[in-house]
């Protein structure tokens, strides 16, 4: 009897530890804002339907820590898709969003380098490769965007 009694203890505790460590995670591998098109939205816009896209700009990303074109123009209402290529040897990203946004992205950055992002005014390219943004504009003007990978902002990636 009391090697059932310690056996089911013994898994309880076990389960129970598992179950914690699962929930403890600390790899900030949470999405951010995934779901609604309303929680997708920022102050610059929201995700563009590919179908309305009425323009097509090229972006190229280098090691140089420079994105080209290094300023883009925008008209309200605007569905603009974004064909970012890394020309570099290291990963970059594209990130569209308010120069407040940018900031306070890039401290999170900071705490989490490896971080990875699945949000739809963001984009994680490795070397060699290329990726899309789709994006509807709100507002006519200069876009903000920038490469938040720890150091790449600093040293002019905006």
């Given at each position: 009897?009391?090697?059932?009694?310690?056996?089911?203890?013994?898994?309880?505790?076990?389960?129970?530890?598992?179950?914690?460590?699962?929930?403890?995670?600390?790899?900030?591998?949470?999405?951010?804002?995934?779901?609604?098109?309303?929680?997708?939205?920022?102050?610059i816009?929201?995700?563009?339907?590919?179908?309305?896209?009425?323009?097509?700009?090229?972006?190229?990303?280098?090691?140089?820590?420079?994105?080209?074109?290094?300023?883009?123009?925008?008209?309200?209402?605007?569905?603009?898709?974004?064909?970012?290529?890394?020309?570099?040897?290291?990963?970059?990203?594209?990130?569209?969003?308010?120069?407040?946004?940018?900031?306070?992205?890039?401290?999170?950055?900071?705490?989490?380098p490896?971080?990875?992002?699945d949000?739809?005014?963001?984009?994680?390219?490795?070397?060699?490769?290329?990726?899309?943004?789709?994006?509807?504009?709100?507002?006519?003007?200069?876009?903000?965007?920038?490469?938040?990978?720890?150091?790449?902002?600093?040293?002019?990636?905006?």
């Amino acid at each position: 009897m009391n090697k059932r009694r310690f056996a089911t203890h013994f898994i309880a505790a076990t389960c129970l530890t598992l179950s914690a460590s699962a929930f403890a995670g600390g790899d900030h591998a949470h999405d951010h804002g995934a779901g609604t098109q309303a929680a997708e939205e920022t102050a610059i816009g929201k995700p563009g339907r590919a179908s309305r896209v009425t323009r097509t700009i090229k972006v190229s990303m280098s090691d140089k820590m420079r994105f080209e074109p290094a300023s883009i123009q925008v008209k309200q209402g605007e569905t603009v898709r974004f064909v970012v290529r890394n020309a570099g040897q290291i990963k970059h990203e594209m990130n569209l969003g308010t120069e407040k946004e940018l900031l306070e992205h890039l401290e999170v950055m900071k705490k989490f380098p490896n971080m990875e992002h699945d949000e739809p005014n963001k984009v994680t390219i490795a070397p060699g490769q290329q990726g899309e943004i789709v994006w509807q504009f709100t507002k006519a003007g200069t876009v903000n965007f920038a490469c938040l990978v720890p150091g790449h902002y600093e040293a002019g990636m905006k």
